[in-house]
C-alpha cells in the first residue's frame, strides 16, 4: 500500500471515530436529564405533601389557640365573678378575706374529717360484715352439731320408747305404754302424745291431779298393793286393791276421753306416787293453763 492511500485509511478512521463520540455524549445527556426531571418531580410531590401538612398543623394550632385564649377569658371572668362574690359575701357576713379563707379552711377541714370518718366507718362495717359471716358459718357449723345431735336423741328415745313396758289397763283390752320410774316418765313426755301430772298421795288426803282429784284409802308395802278412789265429773271411781305399775282406767269429759292413773311406788308411810294421763287434747286444770 502507498503512503497516499495509508493516510487516506488514517483519516477515514479518524473521521469514524469523531462520529460515535458525540452519539455517546447524547445517550448519557439524555440519562442525567431524565433523571433530573424525575427528581424534581419527585422533590415538587414531596414538598407538596409536607405543605399540606403543615396547613394542617398550623390549623390545629390556630384553633388550639383560640380554644386557649377562650378558656383564659372564662377563667378570667369566673375569678371575677367569684372575687366579686366573695366581696359580697363578706360585706353581707361582715366579714374580711382573711376571715373568709379562714372559714373556707376550716370547711375544707371538715370535709377532709368527715371523709376520714367516713373511710373508718366503711372499714369498720366491711370488719363486722366479716365476724358477721364468721357467726353466720359458725352458726351452720352448730346446726349441724345440733340436727346430728337431735338425730342422736331420736334414736336414743325410739329406742327407750322400744323398751317400755305395754300393759293392758283394767277397764278395756286397750294397751298403754306405762313409765316404772321417774326416767321412763321422761320418756313419755317427750314422745308427746299425751299429758302427764306426777302425784304424792298420803293415806285420807284427797288431792287434785290435772282436773280430776285423787285419794288414797289404803296402802301395802309388803304386798304391792293399793286402794284409791277418783273423783272425775262429780262421778266417784273405786280402784280397789290394785297392783303397782297396773294402769287403772277411766273416762272423764264432756266428750268422754280415756285417763289413765299408774302408780309405781309404794312408800313405808301410807304413801303412794305416781303420774296421770290424760289425752293430749284434754282440758288443763287452772294452775297450768
Known amino acids: 500500500m502507498s503512503e497516499t492511500e495509508e493516510a487516506e485509511q488514517g483519516k477515514g478512521t479518524a473521521m469514524s471515530e469523531l462520529d460515535e463520540a458525540p452519539r455517546s455524549y447524547s445517550g448519557a445527556l439524555l440519562a442525567v436529564i431524565a433523571i433530573t426531571f424525575l427528581g424534581v418531580i ?5 414538598s407538596y405533601t409536607l405543605s399540606g ?12 389557640n383560640q380554644q386557649n385564649l377562650k378558656l383564659a377569658a372564662d377563667l378570667r371572668e369566673t375569678n371575677a365573678r367569684l372575687t366579686v362574690a366573695t366581696d359580697e359575701l363578706g360585706h353581707s357576713l361582715g366579714l374580711t378575706q382573711k376571715q373568709l379563707d379562714a372559714r373556707a379552711q376550716e370547711i375544707i377541714q371538715r370535709e377532709q374529717a368527715d371523709s376520714r370518718r367516713l ?10 360484715v ?9 352458726v351452720k357449723t352448730d ?16 329406742g327407750a320408747i322400744a323398751q317400755l313396758t305395754s300393759m293392758k289397763g283394767d277397764l278395756s283390752d286397750h294397751s298403754s305404754l306405762i313409765a ?43 304386798r304391792s298393793r293399793f286402794t284409791l278412789d277418783v273423783y272425775a265429773d262429780d262421778r266417784k271411781y273405786e280402784k280397789k286393791d290394785r297392783n303397782v305399775d297396773e294402769p287403772l282406767q277411766f273416762y ?3 266428750q268422754p276421753e280415756l285417763y289413765e292413773i299408774v302408780v309405781n311406788n309404794i312408800g313405808s308411810k301410807n304413801e303412794v306416787s305416781g303420774y296421770l294421763s290424760t289425752p293430749k287434747n284434754a282440758p288443763a286444770p287452772p294452775s297450768v293453763q
Request: glycine share 8%; charged share 30%.
Open 42 to 46: 419527585a422533590g415538587l410531590i414531596w
Open 53 to 64: 401538612r403543615l396547613a394542617r398543623q398550623e390549623a390545629a394550632v390556630q384553633d388550639a
Open 119 to 128: 373511710e373508718t366507718e366503711q372499714k369498720q362495717t366491711a370488719n363486722q
Open 130 to 138: 366479716s365476724a358477721v359471716s364468721t357467726d353466720v358459718s359458725n
Open 143 to 158: 346446726v349441724g352439731g345440733v340436727k346430728t345431735d337431735l338425730g342422736k336423741t331420736k334414736s336414743d328415745l325410739a
Open 180 to 222: 316404772r320410774n321417774a326416767s321412763e316418765l321422761e320418756v313419755l313426755k317427750h314422745k308427746g302424745d299425751r299429758n302427764y301430772y306426777e302425784f304424792t298421795l298420803h293415806k285420807g288426803e284427797r288431792k287434785p291431779v290435772g282436773t280430776v282429784s285423787l285419794e288414797l284409802r289404803k296402802a301395802d308395802t309388803k
Open 252 to 254: 272423764s269429759g264432756k
